[in-house]
Nanobody, 121 residues
Framework: QLVESGGGSVQDGGSLRLSCISS????????MAWFRQKTPGKEREFVA?????????LYADSVKGRFTISKDNAERTMYLQMYSLKPEDTAVYYC???????????????WGQGTQVTVAS
């Protein structure tokens, strides 16, 4: 089970840090990722991912340089530090776990319930 927290409302240019706690220990081969959904019913958009074992990361071009993904193995927690937030970052943010190093949401088996991020202009 994955549980996100840390969402909220901020002004344009503000910052937030999202957390995703896993109730189980991720396998060393696991990949954990953040996705976002701006409109209900639309496909979830890749934001960033991190390999649980190596810490290798990948970012969407739209967030590169503004967002940082990290993890705490001992706490079984993944983070998304978001700086310089823009109104277009407004979305429900989901964490997910899978076994493939991919930005394709259909390859991720387990998902959290989502946390709302709203950036006001």
């Amino acid at each position: 089970q994955l549980v996100e927290s840390g969402g909220g409302s901020v002004q344009d240019g503000g910052s937030l840090r999202l957390s995703c706690i896993s109730s189980g220990r991720p396998f060393s081969s696991s990949v954990m990722a953040w996705f976002r959904q701006k409109t209900p019913g639309k496909e979830r958009e890749f934001v960033a991912l991190i390999r649980w074992h190596s810490g290798t990361t990948l970012y969407a071009d739209s967030v590169k340089g503004r967002f940082t993904i990290s993890k705490d193995n001992a706490e079984r927690t993944m983070y998304l530090q978001m700086y310089s937030l823009k109104p277009e970052d407004t979305a429900v943010y989901y964490c997910a776990v899978g076994s493939q190093y991919t930005s394709n949401p259909s390859e991720y088996r387990h998902w959290g319930q989502g946390t709302q991020v709203t950036v006001a202009s």
